[in-house]
């Protein structure tokens, strides 16, 4: 037994540098068992199992699925393979926890929704920037007025993971900033902004298609705006704040994982020489309060968590759709000159 009364086997698929996170993160959450692990390779998975702790290896995820010692399964594989695995595993009866983005498109999102509802299990795109308790209060605090009426938000998430001739990012893999990146400034410009009336996006697109940097304005009622952008190949200073009638609020980097935020309001003068620090202590790897809250809900046998539901999964893949639009639209499409 633990502090939830009921304990949930997890298991992780896919042997990556986010499975290591979270494996790690799992053994600092209350109720959560680390139980298997596959990789396409059965010595891989023996290797990742003996050293994070894990008690069963499988050399594929079928073997994994066919596990009935699994409760529920982190899906943490490239982004085109998320949709197909994650409804196996459903349909396998296991709980699914699948790596943002959930999906490749709004459309791949809904059958994963209609293939959560026909099972009654829990589904979930592990969109943990949700759960970080500083994000959850400044959301909380733009929402309350603390800044006034929100007005305009930036935020950037530039960050060079590999030259532009990348033989890691491939369109098979769906490979792309505005999935793996873009995916939280869009995220905090929902949250605050809520959905935008217009979206206009520019940006530099492989001539594969994977799309390197990314660039969006979303337009809202009365001249309010988000200015967001994403690089898997430049730094884009990874920060983030939110402006209203009354002062703004300032994120740090890493903005998607920050401990803390400062609030600048009143006159002037004020707001340019004071700030009021918001700070949390991370726990682990920053993913344990998302890994506690989905423990908690498969334990209480919900399908859903209120924080991220499957609605807000396929309105975020919708605004993203929207984007790779704009991104795509002769005027909009600067193909990248050699
Ligand atoms: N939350 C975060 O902070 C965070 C950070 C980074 C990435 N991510 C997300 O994590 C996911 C994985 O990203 P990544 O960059 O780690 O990807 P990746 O390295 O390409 O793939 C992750 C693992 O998936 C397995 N895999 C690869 N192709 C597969 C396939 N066709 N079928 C089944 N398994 C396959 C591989 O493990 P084996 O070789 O052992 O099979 C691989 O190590 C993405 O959705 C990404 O957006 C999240």
């Given at each position: 037994m633990t502090t939830h009364g009921a304990e949930v086997n997890w298991a992780v698929i896919g042997t990556g540098f986010i499975s290591q996170s979270i494996a790690d993160d799992l053994r600092l959450t209350p109720g959560a068992r680390r139980q298997a692990v596959c990789s396409r390779d059965p010595d891989r998975a023996r290797a990742f199992a003996a050293d994070r702790g894990f008690a069963v290896a499988h050399g594929s995820v079928a073997a994994l699925l066919d596990d009935s010692t699994v409760d529920a399964v982190y899906i943490a594989t490239p982004h085109s393979t998320h949709a197909a695995i994650a409804i196996a595993a459903l349909e396998a009866g296991k709980h699914v926890l699948i790596e943002k983005p959930m999906a490749v498109s709004a459309e791949q999102g809904r059958q994963i929704a209609r293939a959560a509802a026909a099972t009654g299990l829990f589904a979930m795109e592990a969109m943990w920037m949700r759960f970080n308790p500083a994000y959850r209060d400044l959301v909380a605090a733009a929402r309350s007025g603390a800044i006034g009426e929100v007005r305009s938000v930036r935020a950037s998430f530039g960050l060079p993971f590999g030259p532009a001739d990348s033989t890691r990012w491939t369109e098979e893999r769906a490979s792309s900033t505005l999935l793996d990146q873009g995916i939280y400034p869009v995220?905090?410009?929902?949250?605050?902004?809520?959905?935008?009336?217009r979206i206009r996006a520019t940006g530099r697109v492989r001539d594969d298609g994977v799309d390197l940097t990314v660039h969006a304005t979303f337009e809202y009622e009365d001249h309010r705006f988000a200015q967001l952008s994403a690089s898997m190949v430049e730094y884009i200073e990874p920060t983030a704040s939110a402006s209203g009638s009354d002062g703004w609020m300032t994120v740090p980097a890493p903005f998607w994982a920050a401990d803390e935020f400062t609030t600048r309001v009143g006159s002037i003068a004020r707001a340019l020489t004071e700030q009021h620090r918001t700070h949390h202590e991370r726990r682990g790897n920053g993913y344990v309060p998302m890994l506690e809250a989905v423990t908690l809900a498969i334990a209480e046998h919900r399908t859903e968590h209120p924080t991220h539901s499957l609605a807000d999964?396929?309105?975020?893949?919708?605004v993203l759709d929207a984007v790779r639009h704009s991104l795509s639209s002769p005027t909009a499409r600067p193909k990248e000159t050699r």
């Open positions: 995220t905090l410009a929902l949250d605050v902004l809520g959905r935008p009336s999964s396929i309105a975020t893949l919708e």
